[in-house]
């Protein structure tokens, strides 16, 4: 499964991943390999990136949107606080 993190100013994260944990606007929520596709809208919260090799990657995002399509998940947020 490949994810991109975006924010307007530049790409945060690109790659191969195991999961993505991310806070949606009812809670949060993890995309895991086989997803049903999906669109929705984040609130300001951790995300949780678990990659291919198993090593985890998190920050704080301000807000965005969520894309998960066969099994391409793309990560468009306002903001990024490492």
Known sequence: MNL????????IFSGEIKSVKVPG???QFEI????????????????????AAG???EF???????????????LLVQGVKE
């Open 4 to 11: 991109v993190v975006l924010t307007p100013e530049k790409e």
């Open 25 to 27: 606007t009812s809670g």
């Open 32 to 51: 895991l390999r086989g997803h049903a596709a999906i669109v929705s809208s984040l609130v300001e919260g951790g995300v949780r990136i678990l990659d």
């Open 55 to 57: 090593a985890k990657k």
């Open 60 to 74: 704080t995002i301000e807000k965005g949107f969520i894309e998960v399509l066969n099994d391409e998940v793309s």
